[in-house]
């Protein structure tokens, strides 16, 4: 029984600092570097209407130093936002209403970046599914705090912010859509190996992720844990290749601002998984025998 308890708050802690990580990382992200928030509002075709009733022609605002100034500006406070958000993830035992309100703010924010960023890579559903357990993790963990909470709800939507998450990126690696130059570069770099090769090794990539986001669906506990070991290796191996692949590529002062934020965000993407695998050791009943 002991083991047991040990299993539930072991999972229970590793999503903690999966959100309490993201929520920092992109922190950091808007505080020192920038946000997607130019994307949105230097679309004229959706914001040229507002501008022009606040007094501005297009060029003006799309040129102006003070509407540059009011974007760094908002920016700043949506990195407040998430920093403060982050400390919902560590008062989650000591303070949970303040945890919950807090966590909640840090999903919005997650979802918003997620929206503009889709927004930035030209609107593709399977870039927003890839950035699934980046802007659900939040109310995951908040929602353990929750009335609605029961085990089988839960169940359902960490496997499936996972298996979107994968579905994804799989997407990607497939071919469906152009692959990222980054995701070869990683492969070339990681693996020593041609274009030409990388493109392969990424369409098999894209097919196990397919596969095994199928199988968390499946209620058979072998073919389910595989799945998921796979899911967590991977998470994994391409949340460190945002640091292994650009060490020569990068200043050390890059690698550390940049790369290194780039991939604890994406600690969600193994540390989530992890979690349910230690959550699994415990709720037997989903499995048949």
């Known amino acids: 029984m002991e083991s047991t308890t040990k299993s539930i708050e072991l999972s229970q802690r590793l999503l903690q600092v999966s959100v309490f990580t993201l929520l920092l990382s992109r922190a950091w992200q808007y505080l020192y570097w920038d946000s997607p928030l130019?994307?949105?509002?230097?679309?004229?075709?959706?914001?040229?209407?507002y501008v022009m009733r606040l007094g501005w022609t297009w060029s003006e605002w799309v040129s102006s130093p003070q509407a540059s100034l009011y974007i760094d500006q908002m920016t700043f406070m949506l990195g407040i936002g998430f920093l403060i958000a982050a400390l919902g993830a560590l008062s989650f035992n000591k303070f949970p209403s303040v945890s919950y309100s807090l966590l909640i703010l840090g999903g919005l924010l997650c979802l918003f970046h997620a929206l503009l960023d889709t927004k930035d890579h030209f609107g593709r559903l399977?870039?927003?599914?890839?950035?699934?357990?980046?802007?659900?993790?939040?109310?995951?963990?908040?929602?353990?705090?929750?009335k609605l909470y029961t085990d089988k709800r839960f169940h359902y939507w960490v496997r499936l912010a996972i298996a979107l998450t994968f579905i994804g990126h799989g997407l990607y690696a497939w071919g469906y859509y152009p692959v990222p130059g980054h995701f070869q570069q990683m492969m070339i770099s990681g693996f020593g190996v041609t274009n030409v090769q990388a493109l392969f090794l990424l369409k098999i990539a894209g097919f196990l992720d397919f596969l095994a986001a199928f199988l968390l669906?499946?209620?058979?506990?072998?073919?389910?844990?595989?799945?998921?070991?796979?899911?967590?290796?991977?998470g994994f191996l391409t949340a460190l290749a945002r640091v292994w692949s650009h060490m020569e590529l990068s200043s050390?002062?890059?690698?550390?601002?940049?790369?290194?934020?780039?991939?604890?965000?994406?600690?969600?993407?193994?540390?989530?998984?992890?979690?349910?695998?230690?959550?699994?050791?415990?709720?037997?009943?989903?499995?048949?025998?």
């Open 38 to 49: 130019r994307t949105l509002l230097w679309d004229e075709d959706l914001v040229s209407s």
């Open 126 to 146: 399977g870039h927003f599914a890839e950035l699934s357990l980046q802007w659900m993790s939040p109310f995951l963990l908040a929602f353990l705090l929750s």
């Open 217 to 234: 669906f499946v209620p058979f506990k072998k073919w389910a844990h595989t799945g998921l070991y796979y899911i967590i290796i991977w």
């Open 252 to 289: 050390l002062s890059n690698l550390f601002t940049f790369w290194l934020p780039e991939a604890t965000i994406r600690t969600v993407h193994f540390l989530v998984p992890l979690a349910l695998l230690f959550w699994w050791k415990e709720k037997k009943w989903y499995f048949k025998k």
